[in-house]
C-alpha cells in the first residue's frame, strides 16, 4: 500500500524549470548526489558520537555507483544516516528545506538555471535534468522501517514501506534516452575525478565483474600542505562546500598552531548569494574535529557581519563528543573565531590596496562588512579603514577615510557625511552646496547601515566623524549677492511658520544655501530623515519622529520676491501657494514624499507652461 502525495506547487514549478530547461553542465547532478551521499555519512558519524544505539552503523563508510547500460539507469548509494517517511516528506516533498520560492522566483524564464540550481542549494532534484523518473530506497539509523519514494518530477511522489538490510540511501534514476553517457564507466570517473575527488568517503564504481573501484583520492583538502593542492583543486573544494558555480574571489587556507590548533580553508565567492539579507540568514561555516564533521549550524564561529564567508575549520583540540549547545559557548571556540577573523581581515585589508580588485568584492559585500563597523569594537577601526564609500569628490571612484583625510584641508579635523537612500539624490542635496562652496569633501552615504556605524565611531585617527548637520563651523563666506529685507523675511518666515504649523516646526532663514531656495533639515540631535524613513518602512514606531525645519536662502531671487509680496496682503493667496510649491520641493530633494502629489505637479505643469509662454 502506497501513499500518492502531490508535490506542493511551488515544488512542481521548480520541477517543471528543471525538467524543461537547457543546461551547460547536467553532469553536474552526480556531484550534488554525491555530496547529499556524504552528508548523510557525516551525519551519522556524528550521531553516533553521542548515540550509541547507532554506533553498529557508523563505520566502513562508501558511496557506491553502479551503472546498468541495458536498463539505462544509474544507482548512487550510501550508508548513512538515512531517512524515514517524515524525513522523505519534508526533504523532498516540500518547500521548508528546498529554498524553492527563491528558486523559482529568480529563476523566471531568463538567466542559467544551471546557476541557480547551486545558488538555491536544490541538489536532490537536478537528478531530473538526467531522469524521467527516480526511485529512492532509504533506512534510517536505529529504524527497522525501510522506506520506497518514488516520482517522475511532475505529479507528486509515492511513498511505500520497503525491505532493506541496512540503514543508508539507495537512489536509482532512469535515464533519459538522451542520458546514456552516464552509464559510460570512463564518464563516470571523469565526473567524480572532476567534482568529487575531496570527499572524505571511498566513491565506488560498481564495474560488475570487474569488481570495484575506489575512483577518489578521499582525502581531506585542508589537511594537505598548500604547495600540493592546485587552483583547479581549491575551486572544485570550494563548489562542493558553497554548491555555487562562481570561482571564488578569495581562497584562504592556513593553519594555527600555539595554544590551539586548527586549520581553516576559507572563501569568499565572487558573487553575492540570493538570502544575504534574509533575517535568519547565517554564517555557515563546517565545523569538523579531527576531520570528522560535526555541525554547519555553530553560529559562534565568525561573526554575523561574516556571513558571506564559505569554508571549514579543523580542530584537533575540541573534544569529539562535545554537543553542539556547549560548542556555542565554548572558550576555545572563541579563540578559534577570533583568530580566524583577524586572519580574514588581514587578507582583506592587503586586497583592498588594489582597487579595482577590491571593489568587486565590496559592491557585493561591502554593505554587510560594514555592519562589523557597528557590531565588532575589537576590529572596528580595521573594518573601516577598508571600507570604501561615495564621496563628493569623486563621482565614479569610492574612497576610503584615509583617502578622505589626506585630502581635507589642514585645518580641518571633521570627517563629514550625509545619508540618505539614492546617491543621485545625496549629490544633488541643497545641504551639500556651503560645504561645496567652502571645497570640504562630503562622504555620501546609502546604506542603511551607514545610519548606525557613525554613532559607535565618534572619532577616526584623530578625526570626528559628524552629519553635516551638526558642522560646527561657520558656513558663512564673503556673498555679493543680493539679499531679501530683513523685515520683509522676517514675516514670510513667520507666515510660512504659522502655514506649515502642523507639518514642521519652524521656519528659518539659513547662509548654507548657494543655488536652491530652500532645503529640509531636522532638530540638532534628532534622528535624520533618513533614518525616520528606516524604521517607518520597517514598521518601527515613529512616536518620536524628528521636527522638521525649512530653510530658505535669503540669497535666493524666488525667496526675495515672495518676501516683497507678503508685504502687500492682497498677495497672500499667491504667496501660499508657492510656500506651498517650495515646501514639496524640498521634501523631494530629501527623499521625502509630498504632502499633497496632484497639488505639486499641477503646479508644476502651471508654472513650466507659464515658462514657455513667456519665452515665445
Known amino acids: 500500500m502506497s501513499d500518492k502525495i502531490a508535490f506542493q506547487a511551488d515544488v512542481s514549478k521548480m520541477l517543471d524549470i528543471v525538467i524543461n530547461s ?8 552526480l556531484r550534488e548526489l554525491i555530496s547529499n551521499a556524504s552528508d548523510a555519512c557525516d551525519k551519522l558519524k556524528y550521531w553516533a558520537l553521542t548515540n550509541p544505539q547507532v554506533a553498529e552503523y557508523a563505520h566502513d563508510f562508501k558511496i557506491i555507483i ?3 547500460e541495458k536498463a539505462n539507469t544509474l544507482t548512487i548509494s550510501d550508508n548513512g544516516i538515512g531517512m524515514n517517511k517524515d524525513d522523505l516528506i519534508s526533504h523532498l516533498g516540500t518547500i521548508a528545506k528546498s529554498g524553492t520560492a527563491e528558486f523559482v522566483k529568480n529563476a523566471g524564464d531568463n538567466g542559467s538555471v544551471c546557476e541557480l540550481i547551486g545558488q538555491f542549494g536544490v541538489g536532490f532534484y537536478s537528478a531530473f535534468m538526467v531522469a524521467d523518473k527516480v526511485e529512492l530506497t532509504t533506512r534510517k539509523a536505529g529504524e527497522d522501517t525501510a522506506w520506497h519514494w518514488t516520482s517522475n518530477g511532475i505529479d507528486g511522489f509515492e511513498i511505500s514501506e520497503a525491505k532493506k538490510d541496512s540503514c543508508g540511501t539507495d537512489i536509482k ?21 572532476t567534482y568529487s575527488d575531496h570527499i572524505a568517503y571511498p566513491i565506488v564504481l560498481d564495474l560488475d565483474k570487474a569488481g570495484e573501484e575506489v575512483v577518489n583520492k578521499g582525502s581531506a583538502l585542508w589537511t594537505r600542505q598548500k604547495s600540493e593542492i592546485t587552483s583547479d583543486q581549491y575551486k572544485d573544494f570550494y563548489q562542493h562546500i558553497s554548491h555555487n558555480f562562481d570561482d571564488p574571489w578569495l581562497t584562504l587556507h592556513f593553519k594555527a598552531e600555539g595554544n590551539i590548533e586548527y586549520t581553516g580553508l576559507l572563501y569568499i565567492p565572487s558573487k553575492a548569494p540570493y538570502d544575504l539579507f534574509q533575517p535568519d540568514k547565517k554564517q555557515s561555516l563546517k565545523l569538523y574535529i579531527n576531520k570528522v564533521f560535526i555541525s554547519d549550524k555553530i553560529d559562534t564561529l565568525l561573526p554575523n557581519y561574516l556571513r558571506f564567508v564559505k569554508g571549514i575549520i579543523d580542530s584537533a583540540d575540541l573534544p569529539l563528543n562535545i554537543s553542539r549547545e556547549m560548542l556555542q559557548y565554548s572558550p576555545l571556540l572563541e579563540k578559534i573565531k577570533s583568530g580566524t577573523v583577524k586572519r580574514l581581515l588581514k587578507e582583506l585589508q592587503k586586497r583592498s590596496k588594489n582597487y579595482d580588485d577590491y571593489i568587486t568584492f565590496w559592491r557585493n559585500f561591502g554593505i554587510v562588512l560594514k555592519e562589523g563597523i557597528y557590531e565588532d569594537f575589537n576590529n572596528r577601526e580595521d573594518i573601516v579603514a577598508m571600507s570604501y564609500f561615495y564621496s563628493t569628490h569623486d563621482k565614479e571612484k569610492l574612497t576610503t577615510l584615509d583617502e578622505y583625510i589626506s585630502r581635507a584641508d589642514k585645518e580641518q579635523k571633521t570627517i563629514y557625511y550625509i545619508t ?35 554613532q559607535v565611531l565618534p572619532n577616526y585617527k584623530g578625526y570626528s566623524v559628524k552629519h553635516i548637520t551638526q558642522a560646527d563651523i561657520d558656513m558663512k563666506w564673503e556673498r555679493s549677492e543680493q539679499k531679501a529685507d530683513e523685515g520683509s523675511l522676517k514675516k514670510l518666515t513667520d507666515f510660512m511658520s504659522d502655514l506649515f504649523k502642523n507639518e514642521l516646526g519652524k521656519v528659518i532663514t539659513t547662509e548654507k544655501l548657494t543655488t536652491s531656495p530652500v532645503s529640509l533639515t ?8 533618513h533614518l525616520e524613513r528606516l524604521m517607518r518602512n520597517h514598521q518601527q514606531s515613529t512616536a518620536f519622529a524628528s521636527t522638521r525645519i525649512l530653510e530658505l536662502n535669503p540669497y535666493h531671487p524666488l525667496i526675495i520676491k515672495l518676501s516683497d509680496m507678503i508685504m502687500d496682503d492682497k498677495n497672500k493667496s499667491q504667496v501660499e501657494e508657492v ?14 514624499a509630498v504632502s499633497d502629489p496632484s497639488f505639486y505637479a499641477q503646479k ?9 509662454e513667456k519665452a515665445c
Open 66 to 68: 553502479k551503472a546498468d
Open 420 to 454: 540618505g537612500d539614492d546617491i543621485n539624490v545625496l549629490r544633488n542635496s541643497p545641504q551639500l552646496e556651503a560645504f561645496a562652496q567652502k571645497g570640504i569633501e562630503v562622504l555620501l552615504l546609502n546604506d542603511p547601515i551607514d545610519e548606525f556605524w557613525p
Open 173 to 193: 534514476l532512469f535515464l533519459k534516452k538522451d542520458a546514456k553517457d552516464y552509464c559510460d564507466t570512463i564518464y563516470l570517473r571523469q565526473i567524480v575525478r
Open 22 to 29: 537547457l543546461y551547460s553542465e547536467k553532469q553536474i547532478f
Open 522 to 529: 531636522v532638530e540638532d540631535g534628532q534622528m535624520s530623515l
Open 579 to 592: 510656500a506651498r510649491v517650495l515646501l514639496d520641493q524640498a521634501k523631494v530633494a530629501e527623499g521625502e
Open 604 to 612: 508644476v505643469s502651471q508654472y513650466i507652461l507659464q515658462s514657455l
